[in-house]
Every structure is written in structure tokens, then in C-alpha cells.
């Protein structure tokens, strides 16, 4: 079991890093897909099916979707590649992560987490009843706010002005 | 395992178990930690032959066909009419040069075809191919088969971005608004047949569709009014995700010469080609087990036949569909393409999604109150139909055509 | 080491590899996507209690739905807001987007 997920650990975290190192952005694009492939890889093995597969439809399915349209509705100049950081940003920035690493590293190192069985997984019914019963306010909550992120994300992308020929 | 509805006898028919009884003679003198693997590995190779076998076929199908559709013969010279024509073409696109463009991104340019071939590969997994025959069962499989799916239209991306082609890139853009725009109404589709069929597994969804109302009339889902209406989205749908005619905008010959593949050749070439027809297999394979009864068979005199044979018949149909339907309607412009998905497949499916909730909450209605239910749930179908269609033509009115006096 | 242990460690390397996005890489999108990878780290602590963690802890799996679902919402608003910063700047760099006046 351990062995699995530490294999799966390094497929996820392989690309997540080399992501944020590349400087072509539809390459960091694609490795973040990677890397949220790795994770759904990574909640399947947990035993969380379900959760795995909304994963990848979500993630894969949409989000990088979205995100490779914006890139492409957004292309600086000729080529993809970026300018690399300017030296101040990127040293304040790695002195912050590294901050922030150093303290999740010391609280994962100190804490004596207990050692419990992994408990069983949930079927999917059971799943659906939760989602159907105690959860169903968050469940239309949820509905509302993805109508609204529609509406609002179909308002800012539109352009101010109708544009010329808009329909035929 | 799924023979709560059939009777006991077509189950023991020796044609109907013979694939298992083959499964069982290969692996038994196996031992036992093997044989699991053993029969994953033969029911790959299965899949892989028989559907590497039906894309050889469907192009031969599809020419053929759309050859008599225009007055003309298609291919007839390799073999007894022509049936070799698929092992030729195999053979030329394996030795013809691999051409990659200098400022082309090697590495995606690569990965491309053989990312889509191996994504359009993943979704066969569930499908019950028939009683028993099924390659991975799961609880989720058709969220697993949706999820499986919703990557191919990335490998387009990557085929024509990495191509550093003006027209591939117009291809790249075009695949993904395709793909945002018709993946919502193909789910919303499947959600009520998740809901009256009260499972997310395949199996679960053909076992809900056994039996026959009055003795002939099957369980199926297309044979309701809500199935029918999602059935129709599904399919509209399943063409514009397999990128097939009248969908095929990011291959457009005509205007983008063709899209994503003007930088292919030989062998990758033909990879695109095996990922369409396999992409579209798959999806009217989805189709024949959430809509069409999978394999059940449409009447109970008609059981002796194996169930894997009305499964192959089903999926069949709905692939010379999708060759007819090429070979009839024109290709429609991004735009229009994009208006259908959101103004009217979305809500028609929206609307289809509450009719399928009251179709599973009135499952008891019997008698004179059984045609009530088909009643509204067709006026539940016809209504918003007809409004959605007047809305969508409001402004167009009736084509005039206007001929030289005579 | 434990799975329990694991999960939480790579949770933890993967919420640094997207704040390393965040903070240096200048770029909206990949700021964006970054932060999705944190969600994503967060997601995955959920997860890791849910499975190794003290029982009952089945709300730690829906949380996990609900995530992804506010999460894909997100992705849909920023990238619009993307375009829309696109559209007045040209440019989607976020240094080059520090004046309130549109």
C-alpha cells in the first residue's frame, strides 16, 4: 500500500514541479494536467473512486480546458514563453515558500499521528444518500454558485461593445 | 450476475456462455494467483482485435457507403469487392515517410495521436459487451467512461498547437470550444438514466432496462419519452464530441485543409484515424447500453440469439447512423455550432433531467394512471422542444429561392 | 512511514510547488493554476483523514465533492478575469495590473 502511493506520490509530484520550472506556458499547462491525472491516480488507490473520477472530469475535463483557452485568447506576442522572474521577486518569493515548507516539514516530523487502519470504503449509494439527505443544502448551494460563476465569468469575458458581426 | 430479469434458459445457452467457457478453457490450467491477470490480458487482447477489426471494417464501411450515397462506386479493386482495401491502406500509411515540421514541439507533435488512441481506448473497459461480458466492473463506470473521454479533445489541442501551423492552431481552438460547448448537454443527457435506472454502473443501467412491457414492448430507455429526447441530445451530442460531419469544424477540409492533421503523415495519420472511429465506437457503444437495453434482446421470442451478437447489431446500426448522417448534412459554421450546444441542446437536456426525476418518482403509476405518465413526460419533451426550436429559428424565416423568369 | 504520513507529505509538497507558482511565476494563468494545486493539496488532507484517519469521517470525502465543485467555478471566474485584464492591458502579467482605474 505504502510502496503504491509513494510511487504515485512522485508520478503527481514530477510534473506538478516541473510545471512551475517551465517557461513555455502551454508545457506548464499540460504538466499541470499530469499532475492532476497523478493526483485522481492517487485517490483511486486511497480508494475514494468516485472522488477520483470527478477529478479527472473536472480537472481535465474543464479546468485545463479553460485555462488552455484563456492562454490561447491571451498569447504574449509570438511565441509562449515567458519572461523569467525578475531576481527580487523570485528571491522574496522562495524565502517565503521556503518558510512555509519548513514549518508544514517540522509539523509533519514532530506530530505522532496515530497509526489506524484505513477504514472501509464508502459505496457509492451510500454516497449518493449522504449527498441526498444531511448535505442536500450544500448540494443546491453548490448548484447556485456554479449558475452564478457562469453568469459572472459569461459577463467579464464578453466584450463591453457588441462585436461587429456578432451573429448571421 | 445480472439475471434478475432474463429467464434462466438463454443465460445457460451454450452459444450465449461460449466466450466465457473459451476465457475458462485458456486460463484453468493456470494457477490460481495468475489467472486474474491472465484473463485481464485476454480480455484487452479481445477488445483490441475486435475493435481494431470494426475500425479496418467502418472506413471500408464508410467509403463504401458514402460512395453509393453519391452515385458511385467506392473502393472495388483491392480484393472481392474491395474487402482488402483496409490491409492496403495499412500497409501505405506504415511506409510512407513520417514527416515533423523544424519549428514544430517534437515532443507533443509525438505524444498527440498516441495519447488519443490510448484515451479512446480506456472507455471500452465497461462497457458490458454482453451477459457477463464486461472488462472492468465498477460502481462508477459511467462516470469513469465519461471522465476517460473528456481527454481526447486535449490531444487535438496538443496535436495543433505542437504542429506550429496557423490552421492547426485555429483547429486547437476550435476542438476546445467544441469540447466545452457539447460536453455539459452529453452529460446532462446521461444524468436521468443515472436517476431512473438508480445506479452509476453499467451493468446496473442494462439490467434496469430488461423486461418487456406487454410482452413486446422492451424496458429500453429510448423507448420512453424522456429517453428518447435524452437519447437524441446524447447522440447529437456523441457527434460533435467524435469530431465527426456535421461537427467536424477542427478538421474542416475545406477551410482549414485539415486542421490538427495537415502536419501528420503516414503512420500518425492513421492513429488520428483509428482514435475518430474508435472514439465514436465507444460513444455508441455508451449509447447502446444507456439508451438502446445494451445487449438485452428486443423480444422475448428472439433470445436464442447470443447476447453479444444483439449488442454488435445495435452498435452497428448506430454507426452506419453516423455515416449516413455524414453523408447527408452540410458542416456548420463555429458559431452556429456553439448556439445549437448552449441555446437549445443545454436547456432541452435541462429540462429533460426534471422529466426524467418525475419519470423515476412516478415508477409505481399503473393503469389508467401509467398513461397519464406518458403523457406528461412527452408534453414534458414535445413542449419544450417546440418552444426552444421557435426561438432558436425566430428571425430566419422561410428560405426564399428566387429563379430567373422564365 | 506511514500512508497516513505520506498522504500528508506529499498534500504538503504540492501546496508549496503552488504557492512557488503563485508567488513567482508572474503570469495570471499559472498563478491561477497554482492555486487550484493548493486546493488540490487541500483536497487530498481530506482525503488522507477520511481514509486513515479516527472513523466516522465520511464528511471529509463529500467535502472533497464540494471542493472540486467550488473549484471548477473558481478556475471558470479567474480565467474570465484573466481575459477581461487581457483585454484592457494587454498583458496577463500581474505586476503590469496595479492601477485600480480600468
Given at each position: 500500500?505504502?510502496?503504491?502511493?509513494?510511487?504515485?506520490?512522485?508520478?503527481?509530484?514530477?510534473?506538478?514541479?516541473?510545471?512551475?520550472?517551465?517557461?513555455?506556458?502551454?508545457?506548464?499547462?499540460?504538466?499541470?494536467?499530469?499532475?492532476?491525472?497523478?493526483?485522481?491516480?492517487?485517490?483511486?488507490?486511497?480508494?475514494?473512486?468516485?472522488?477520483?473520477?470527478?477529478?479527472?472530469?473536472?480537472?481535465?475535463?474543464?479546468?485545463?480546458?479553460?485555462?488552455?483557452?484563456?492562454?490561447?485568447?491571451?498569447?504574449?506576442?509570438?511565441?509562449?514563453?515567458?519572461?523569467?522572474?525578475?531576481?527580487?521577486?523570485?528571491?522574496?518569493?522562495?524565502?517565503?515558500?521556503?518558510?512555509?515548507?519548513?514549518?508544514?516539514?517540522?509539523?509533519?516530523?514532530?506530530?505522532?499521528?496515530?497509526?489506524?487502519?484505513?477504514?472501509?470504503?464508502?459505496?457509492?449509494?451510500?454516497?449518493?444518500?449522504?449527498?441526498?439527505?444531511?448535505?442536500?443544502?450544500?448540494?443546491?448551494?453548490?448548484?447556485?454558485?456554479?449558475?452564478?460563476?457562469?453568469?459572472?465569468?459569461?459577463?467579464?469575458?464578453?466584450?463591453?461593445?457588441?462585436?461587429?458581426?456578432?451573429?448571421a | 450476475m445480472i439475471l434478475a430479469v432474463a429467464p434462466a434458459s438463454p443465460a445457460d445457452a451454450w452459444l450465449e456462455r461460449a466466450p466465457l467457457l473459451l476465457r475458462d478453457a485458456l486460463t484453468g490450467w493456470l494457477p490460481d494467483a495468475l489467472r486474474p491477470w491472465v484473463s485481464a490480458l485476454l480480455s484487452i487482447a479481445v477488445i483490441l482485435g475486435v475493435f481494431g477489426l470494426l475500425f479496418a471494417y467502418m472506413t471500408l464501411a464508410e467509403r463504401k457507403l458514402l460512395g453509393r450515397m453519391q452515385n458511385r462506386p467506392g473502393p472495388n479493386r483491392t480484393g472481392p469487392f474491395g474487402l482488402l482495401q483496409p490491409f492496403a491502406d495499412a500497409i501505405k500509411a506504415l511506409t510512407k515517410e513520417d514527416i515533423v515540421p523544424r519549428a514544430a514541439d517534437r515532443v507533443l507533435h509525438f505524444l498527440a495521436p498516441v495519447v488519443l488512441v490510448a484515451l479512446s481506448l480506456l472507455g471500452l473497459a465497461v462497457i458490458p459487451f454482453g451477459r457477463n461480458l464486461v472488462a472492468v466492473e465498477l460502481e462508477a463506470a459511467v462516470l469513469y467512461f465519461f471522465a476517460a473521454g473528456a481527454a481526447t479533445e486535449l490531444s487535438i489541442f496538443m496535436a495543433g498547437w505542437a504542429s506550429r501551423n496557423k490552421y492547426s492552431l485555429l483547429a486547437a481552438m476550435r476542438a476546445l470550444a467544441q469540447l466545452i460547448s457539447y460536453e455539459v448537454p452529453l452529460l446532462l443527457s446521461v444524468v436521468p438514466v443515472v436517476v431512473v435506472a438508480g445506479s452509476l454502473s453499467t451493468t446496473g443501467i442494462v439490467a434496469a432496462q430488461g423486461g418487456w412491457a406487454a410482452g413486446i414492448w422492451p424496458h429500453w430507455h429510448a423507448l420512453t419519452p424522456w429517453g428518447f429526447s435524452a437519447f437524441a441530445v446524447f447522440m447529437i451530442a456523441a457527434l460533435a464530441e467524435s469530431n465527426r460531419s456535421p461537427f467536424d469544424l477542427p478538421e474542416a477540409e475545406s477551410e482549414l485543409i485539415a486542421g490538427h492533421l495537415t502536419e501528420y503523415s503516414g503512420f500518425k495519420y492513421a492513429l488520428f484515424f483509428m482514435a475518430e472511429y474508435l472514439g465514436m465506437a465507444a460513444l455508441s457503444a455508451m449509447a447502446v447500453t444507456l439508451f438502446l437495453g445494451g445487449w438485452q434482446a428486443p423480444l422475448g421470442l428472439l433470445e436464442f440469439v447470443p447476447s453479444y451478437a444483439w449488442f454488435g447489431v445495435k452498435l452497428l446500426l448506430l454507426l452506419l447512423g453516423f455515416i449516413w448522417i455524414r453523408a447527408t448534412f452540410p458542416r456548420l459554421r463555429i458559431d452556429q455550432l456553439t448556439r445549437l450546444s448552449w441555446k437549445f441542446l443545454v436547456p432541452l437536456a435541462l429540462v429533460n433531467l426534471l422529466n426524467g426525476g418525475f419519470w423515476a418518482a412516478t415508477a409505481d403509476w399503473s393503469g389508467p394512471a401509467a398513461a397519464v405518465r406518458w403523457l406528461v413526460s412527452a408534453l414534458l419533451v414535445v413542449v419544450p422542444f417546440v418552444a426552444l426550436a421557435r426561438s432558436l429559428a425566430a428571425g430566419y424565416g422561410p428560405r426564399t429561392y428566387r429563379y430567373a423568369p422564365s | 512511514m506511514s500512508p497516513l504520513h505520506l498522504c500528508l507529505a506529499l498534500s504538503a509538497a504540492l501546496f508549496c510547488t503552488g504557492l512557488v507558482a503563485v508567488l513567482i511565476r508572474g503570469n495570471a494563468i499559472l498563478v491561477l493554476l497554482g492555486v487550484e494545486l493548493m486546493l488540490n493539496a487541500a483536497n487530498l488532507n481530506f482525503l488522507a483523514f477520511w481514509r486513515f484517519g479516527p472513523g466516522g469521517g465520511e464528511a471529509g470525502l463529500v467535502f472533497v465533492l464540494f471542493s472540486i465543485a467550488v473549484a471548477a467555478a473558481e478556475a471558470a471566474v479567474g480565467m474570465a478575469l484573466v481575459i477581461a485584464v487581457h483585454r484592457h492591458l494587454r498583458s496577463i502579467r500581474i505586476a503590469d495590473a496595479n492601477r485600480l482605474k480600468g
Open positions: 500500500m505504502t510502496t503504491l502511493l509513494a510511487v504515485l506520490a512522485l508520478i503527481c509530484l514530477a510534473p506538478a514541479v516541473a510545471a512551475v520550472l517551465v517557461r513555455n506556458l502551454i508545457h506548464s499547462a499540460l504538466l499541470f494536467v499530469l499532475a492532476w491525472l497523478g493526483l485522481a491516480a492517487f485517490y483511486l488507490a486511497l480508494g475514494a473512486e468516485f472522488v477520483a473520477f470527478a477529478q479527472a472530469l473536472v480537472y481535465v475535463g474543464g479546468v485545463s480546458m479553460v485555462a488552455l483557452f484563456a492562454v490561447l485568447l491571451t498569447r504574449p506576442g509570438r511565441t509562449d514563453l515567458l519572461p523569467p522572474p525578475s531576481a527580487a521577486r523570485a528571491v522574496g518569493g522562495l524565502a517565503a515558500v521556503s518558510l512555509v515548507a519548513s514549518m508544514l516539514a517540522s509539523s509533519l516530523f514532530w506530530s505522532r499521528l496515530p497509526s489506524m487502519e484505513p477504514t472501509a470504503p464508502i459505496p457509492l449509494r451510500r454516497l449518493g444518500e449522504l449527498l441526498a439527505g444531511p448535505y442536500l443544502v450544500a448540494v443546491l448551494l453548490v448548484g447556485l454558485i456554479l449558475t452564478v460563476a457562469l453568469i459572472g465569468g459569461l459577463l467579464l469575458a464578453a466584450p463591453r461593445r457588441p462585436a461587429e458581426g456578432a451573429d | - | -
